[in-house]
């Protein structure tokens, strides 16, 4: 019978401790990044998340958030073999976008944080069952860190799980809502309802 020594279990929970308190200190920041940040009509900027990045995307090419200015991004983090929050999240994200038409200026981006799995070619055959507009990144560790880090996002190999290449990921499950400047305006939970992302896309268009 398969036995997990009890320093493996420690270190486990110990690793799964400091993630659930980098995310309750994620979450401090965002709120105060958000009440500091700058007015707009309805939506407000995030002064001190976000920011450019350069990635290798799902269709073999590097791309930079600079690309899509013009359009509306929606950003989420995750990973191709996620069993629960990527798949919700992104069913949530194809429900958005059959709601606005596919020909509304919305790209959504979606960043892997397990590069080492998720080559383009992976990231294309899986996105592709749920959108064709929706694009997948990756790159090294290094530069999956760096984005992850200017966007606030955490994530970190599942500790219960002692295994090379049938682990899984532990990540926060965000999906941030860029306007067509670059700018994070909004940072939706996983239970966000697709109807408030709907609207504010729409407030965005508009503003244009």
């Known amino acids: 019978m398969f036995r997990t020594s009890k320093k493996f279990i ?7 401790t400091m993630l659930a308190v980098f995310n309750f200190c994620l979450n401090i920041s965002i709120i ?4 500091t940040s700058q007015q707009s009509k309805s939506l407000e900027i995030y002064q001190d998340i976000g920011g450019n990045f350069t990635l290798l995307s799902s269709n ?3 791309v930079s958030l600079e690309d899509f200015k013009g359009k ?3 950003l989420f983090f995750g990973f191709t073999v996620c069993p629960d929050t990527c798949p919700l999240t992104l069913s949530k994200l194809q429900e958005v976008m059959a709601q ?5 200026p919305v790209q959504q981006l979606f960043i892997t944080v397990d590069p080492k799995r998720d080559n383009p070619d992976q990231l294309k055959s899986f996105l592709g069952t749920f959108n064709l507009n929706i694009i997948g990144l990756t790159g090294t560790e290094e530069e999956i860190l ?3 880090e200017l ?9 219960t799980i002692n295994s090379e290449t049938s682990y899984l990921m532990i990540h926060t499950g965000y999906v941030y809502l860029i306007d067509q400047q670059g700018q994070v305006r909004e940072i939706y939970p996983q239970d966000t309802e697709e109807i408030r992302i709907i609207e504010d896309i729409r407030q ?3 503003d244009i």
Request: charged share 10%; hydrophobic share 45%; no cysteine.
């Open 10 to 16: 420690l270190r486990a929970l110990l690793s799964l």
């Open 204 to 206: 965005l268009l508009a």
């Open 72 to 74: 509306v991004v929606l």
């Open 60 to 62: 073999n090419q590097y």
């Open 32 to 35: 105060q990044a958000h009440s």
């Open 151 to 159: 966007y606030g996002s955490a994530y970190m190999k599942n500790p």
């Open 146 to 148: 760096h984005v992850a």
């Open 100 to 104: 606005l038409g596919q020909q509304k």
